[in-house]
T-cell receptor, first 117, second 114 residues
Framework: AQSVTQPDIHITVSEGASLELRCNYS??????LFWYVQSPGQGLQLLLK??????LVQGIKGFEAEFKRSQSSFNLRKPSVHWSDAAEYFC???????????????FGRGTQLTVWP | EPEVTQTPSHQVTQMGQEVILRCVPI?????FYWYRQILGQKVEFLVS????????KSEIFDDQFSVERPDGSNFTLKIRSTKLEDSAMYFC????????????FGPGTRLLVL
């Protein structure tokens, strides 16, 4: 069965420091991988996604993630964190519905990021 | 930029009451989803909907739940007789077409069952 693990519930970094949020998945086929961010009172905003091709993907707000099949990981990184990055981050695995539709997403528990000034 | 909207943002109800959560997907989107997040837990898939019928549903989506697209714009989730454990944030999402790669999420409805 598909599952996603985000081992860090809460991470605190200083503004300007680098960031890496971990995500491991379990899925039998080629995964479709996503990172979403949720600010308080807001919906889930897509940061980036991986479907195929280059294993290093770039997203919005200066984030990137690297797909490592051998480690079943899709870690999110940012070289220099800004105070506005404080939010909750969710990793998700997508599976195809019948046909080619992107069906349900399986989410991790989320990682809450706090940024110190 | 078009957005998925959801109403109400918060709802408080008594156990046993019916609630209807409303979503307006992005206008040219064709596939719709409901997810929920119980406080402190993962976001969980409930149901997907296409062409006026359910495409897939999870084990959570029992007979107490139903979905409907009553007109060309709204997509609703009805909980027939709410239980305390239905208290959660409910998210609606949509995608544009069959091969689309991104689900766009609404801001959620916080449901509290007393």
């Amino acid at each position: 069965a598909q599952s996603v693990t985000q081992p860090d519930i809460h991470i605190t970094v200083s503004e300007g420091a680098s960031l890496e949020l971990r995500c491991n998945y379990s899925y039998g086929a080629t995964p479709y991988l996503f990172w979403y961010v949720q600010s308080p009172g807001q919906g889930l905003q897509l940061l980036l996604k991986y479907f195929s091709g280059d294993t290093l993907v770039q997203g919005i707000k200066g984030f990137e993630a690297e797909f490592k099949r051998s480690q079943s990981s899709f870690n999110l990184r940012k070289p220099s964190v800004h105070w506005s990055d404080a939010a909750e981050y969710f990793c998700a695995v997508g599976v195809r519905d019948r046909g080619s539709t992107l069906g349900r997403l399986y989410f991790g528990r989320g990682t809450q990021l706090t940024v110190w000034p | 930029e078009p957005e998925v909207t959801q109403t109400p943002s918060h709802q408080v109800t008594q156990m046993g009451q019916e609630v209807i959560l409303r979503c307006v997907p992005i206008s040219n989107h064709l596939y719709f989803y409901w997810y929920r997040q119980i406080l402190g837990q993962k976001v969980e898939f409930l149901v997907s909907f296409y062409n006026n019928e359910i495409s897939e549903k999870s084990e959570i989506f029992d007979d107490q739940f139903s979905v409907e697209r009553p007109d060309g714009s709204n997509f609703t989730l009805k909980i027939r007789s709410t239980k305390l454990e239905d208290s959660a944030m409910y998210f609606c999402a949509s995608i544009r077409r069959e091969s689309s790669e991104t689900q766009y999420f609404g801001p959620g409805t916080r449901l509290l069952v007393l």
